[in-house]
């Protein structure tokens, strides 16, 4: 009977655009509504500037993620016809390149050879694609899907804030913000973390940290220029 394994990698895509959507969800617009609640604005200001905040955040962040990882797809796809090309090319110095490599990692140069001739015989493109350029099913870029991850673990991200900020009275927007927010990130970093196998302790104290940071210094150029809004 076939095992069926599964890794913590396979999830290495979306949970690196979902983690990082959450993230500068939370920050960002807890951040900015800090800012804006330093300077002096009333609640309303506030709301409206932490809601303009998650609809620009959330299309700047799909935006972002499907130009960057669309750029590295088209690399991808450059690579794969280019080594097509010298598949069909010349074949035997292909195989003989993909032996190299296998006898670089351990294996001795007949096996390897032999390996190579069999790897080929199977899927030339694919061994050269997952041993030579490093492309496989895991790390293949997927643009629609980061994106669509990315703007919408923003928009959830953002909400969170936002959700105190319609709850609690303007003074105590300076405290119950980064206090929630803080606790947010705490959890998303232990969620990431456990999700994918890291450390969760290391990981709630890094999210946590540069949240603080950045919360702490939009809240002082608010307090800086503090002006009615």
């Known amino acids: 009977m076939r095992h069926a394994e599964r890794h913590k990698t396979e999830r290495i895509g979306w949970l690196r655009a979902a983690v990082l959507g959450a993230n500068d969800g939370i920050v960002s617009t807890a951040s900015l509504v800090l ?12 709301l409206v500037a932490g809601v303009a905040g998650l609809v620009a955040g959330a299309m700047s962040m799909a935006a972002g993620e499907y130009v960057s990882v669309s750029s590295q797809s088209d690399t991808e796809r450059a690579d794969l016809a280019r080594e097509r090309s010298e598949l069909a090319s010349a074949p035997e110095q ?27 015989a199977h899927d030339a493109l694919g061994a050269h694609a997952r041993d030579e350029l490093g492309i496989s099913d895991v790390t293949t870029a997927r643009p629609i899907q980061a994106a669509l991850a990315s703007a919408a673990t923003f928009s959830v991200g953002a909400a969170l804030p936002l959700l105190v900020v319609l709850l609690l009275p303007a003074h105590l927007l300076m405290w119950a913000v980064p206090g929630s927010s803080l606790l947010f990130l705490g959890l998303l970093g232990s969620l990431a973390a456990k999700t994918g196998g890291a450390p969760v302790v290391v990981a709630a104290s890094r999210v946590t940290f540069w949240g603080a940071l950045a919360m702490a210094l939009t809240a002082g150029v608010g307090a800086l220029f503090e002006v009615a809004i």
């Open 35 to 46: 800012g804006v609640a330093a300077a002096g604005a009333e609640s309303t200001a506030v």
């Open 94 to 120: 292909e195989k003989m390149e993909l032996a190299e490599i296998y006898v670089r990692r351990g294996l001795a140069p007949q096996l390897a050879s032999t390996v190579a001739a069999q790897l080929m």
